[in-house]
Structures are given as C-alpha cells and as structure tokens.
C-alpha cells in the first residue's frame, strides 16, 4: 500500500512570496489533514478535511494561509504572503477510519529568509 | 484547555529498557498514540491503545495507560542504536476530530 505522498521535500523563499504545497493521501482514506511542526516542537493541526469538506480550521491563520481539496483527494496548502515565523515541516497526515490512526507523509520542509 | 506534556529527553545504554512518560488533560480521549520521528522524516505510528485498556505489548513495545492518572507510558525492551529518535505522544478524540501531540522525547541510545 503506497502512504502519504508530499511536494516538494524541500523549498526555501524569501518573505512576502507565496509557496503551495501538494499532498496525496493513502487511498481510501477520507480524512486528511495539515499540521505545522515548528523545529523542536510537536505538529499543531492547522486544518482537517472530511472528504471535501473541512472540519477543523480553528488554528489555521486564514489571513496567509489556506487550503482546498476539490475532488476529496488530494490536497493543498498555501501560504500568502509567507513570513519568517512560517519556517517549519509541513506535514500531511491521512486517517484509517477504523481506528482513527492518522498515517504521516514525509512532509515539507519550509525555510522563509 | 487541552495539554500533552512529555519530558525532552532521555538517555539510555544500547540493551538497556527505556520509558517514555506522557501526561495529558483531557479524559474524553478515546485513543493515545505513539509516534517515532527519526531525523528528515514524517511520523511513524509505532503503537497505540484504546483509552479502556490499561496495557498494550506489541514485540519489544509495551504501552502502560493509568486513567485515573492521566498517564500514559511507552517502554521500549532492549533499547537499540536504531531507537535513537524523537517519541511523540498523542491524544486523539472520538472521531478523530481533535488531535493533540506533545513536545517530543528525544530518546538517545549510548553503545
């Protein structure tokens, strides 16, 4: 079974551009989510999506960022304009409904300078 | 409001057992999980128990979970060099419609 599929691995901007994320989820599962690692800290939840649908945006700063998932598949996450704080690993997760284990893609690791 | 807590680090020898403690506040939770992340990499699930069972063993893995306490444990048997990671604990409620992960453990293992 193929996991959780990130690009870019890697991406480095500079503050104030715009920088797009892709993940593809495990298929099958319906639940995906976004999560923000800060360097030495646990992943926060920036959003969750229920097929298409979102379920939980209440940490995503939706001034900057957003994110879609049209066919309820994969996903997006963007960020407009990025700043310094937005430095971080950005990683995808998708949920086995059954046992609600969520399984993590690789991530992306953003550096804003 | 809802909190995970671990400690930073631990320091084992290679053959020795290590224990990963976790604190969390929240008791409607339904599922506590363990995760590994090695250097460069996303989250592995190592394990995870149910929050009406008090132990899970799976191999060299064995999850203790004490409720009334709020306290959830992973102890690794015959710690080895490739154990050398960060554990996170986490919290994941009915649903899976909140999830909260602790800070990490960064668990180093001496040859």
């Known amino acids: 079974e193929a996991g959780v599929a990130q690009s870019p691995r890697y991406k480095i901007i500079e503050k104030r551009q715009s920088v797009a994320f892709w993940c593809n989820p495990i298929?099958?599962?319906?639940?995906l989510y976004w999560y923000q690692q800060i360097l030495g800290q646990g992943p926060k939840l920036l959003i969750q999506?229920?097929?298409?649908?979102?379920?939980?945006d209440s940490q995503l700063p939706k001034d900057r960022f957003s994110a879609e998932r049209l066919k309820g598949v994969d996903s997006t996450l963007k960020i407009q304009p990025a700043k310094l704080e937005d430095s971080a690993v950005y990683l995808c997760a998708s949920n086995n409904a059954v046992t609600d284990t969520q399984y993590f893609g690789p991530g992306t690791r953003l550096t804003v300078l | 409001g809802e909190d995970v807590e671990q400690s930073l680090f631990l320091s084992v020898r290679e053959g020795d057992s290590s224990v990963i403690n976790c604190t969390y506040t929240?008791?409607?939770?339904?599922?506590l999980y363990w995760y590994k992340q090695e250097p460069g990499a996303g989250l592995q699930l190592l394990t995870y128990i149910f929050s009406n069972m008090d132990m899970k063993q799976d191999q060299r893995l064995t999850v203790l979970l004490n409720k009334k306490d709020k306290h959830l444990s992973l102890r690794i048997a015959d710690t080895q060099t490739g154990d050398s990671a960060i554990y996170f604990c986490a919290e994941i409620y009915t649903g899976g419609f909140k999830t909260i992960f602790g800070a990490g453990t960064r668990l180093f293992v001496k040859a």
């Open positions: 298929s099958g599962h319906a639940t």
């Open positions: 999506f229920q097929n298409n649908g979102v379920v939980d």
């Open positions: 929240d008791s409607s939770s339904t599922y």
